[in-house]
């Protein structure tokens, strides 16, 4: 099998339009301030894994993250639709991940890797019942079509629809991501 590559699904941090639901707590700044460093965040554990990573991007050019996030990414746009479509371009083998998750690390990104070696997909549970992480070997659309994105089933009905087809999940430690003002708790170094 070829290497897969790790897609992190992103956007450009334009206050009023990035991490919304921190917007209460934070205001339209602080919340694009806690998703910059967000990102930052992911795209420097990305580079530390070694492994062959993209950024799928939003929100802004591709060379306007080039310019802030480093000249030496591959940047692909996201395209138009909804989620659904815009993860379903993405081609196996991949691991999908999106840009808020603070526990992420190389370790689990290297780990994901690894296990697809043996395994025809991999899944990293979120703390409020959607995955930070998908990885699969053959094309896998049926995983996001349809589904009701930012509700705490996702990652129930993500491994129901690959157990529908005999594929055994295979699943990363569970991690939290930011979503809202009380996730920020224990990520003190995250706060605007």
Avoid: N
């Amino acid at each position: 099998m070829a290497d897969p590559l790790i897609s992190i699904f992103c956007r450009w941090p334009e206050p009023g339009k990035a991490k919304t639901r921190l917007i209460p707590g934070f205001g339209a700044e602080g919340a694009a301030a806690i998703y910059t460093k967000l990102l930052a965040h992911t795209v420097e554990v990305a580079r530390a894994s070694e492994i062959p990573f993209e950024l799928r991007v939003t929100g802004a050019p591709p060379e306007q993250f080039r310019k802030g996030l480093g000249d030496d990414l591959a940047v692909v746009d996201q395209g138009d639709g909804d989620l659904t479509a815009k993860l379903g371009r993405v081609p196996a083998p991949a691991i999908l991940i999106g840009s808020d998750c603070p526990g992420l690390s190389p370790a689990v990104l290297r780990a994901a890797r690894d296990t697809l070696e043996t395994d025809p997909m991999v899944i990293g549970p979120a703390s409020d019942g959607g995955y930070y992480l998908l990885g699969y070997r053959e094309p896998s659309d049926f995983a996001f079509a349809g589904m009701e994105w930012s509700t705490s089933t996702v990652f129930a009905e993500t491994l129901r629809r690959f157990a529908e087809r005999g594929i055994r999940p295979a699943v990363l430690p569970e991690l939290a991501d930011i979503d809202t003002a009380a996730d920020l708790e224990h990520w003190p170094e995250f706060l605007p």
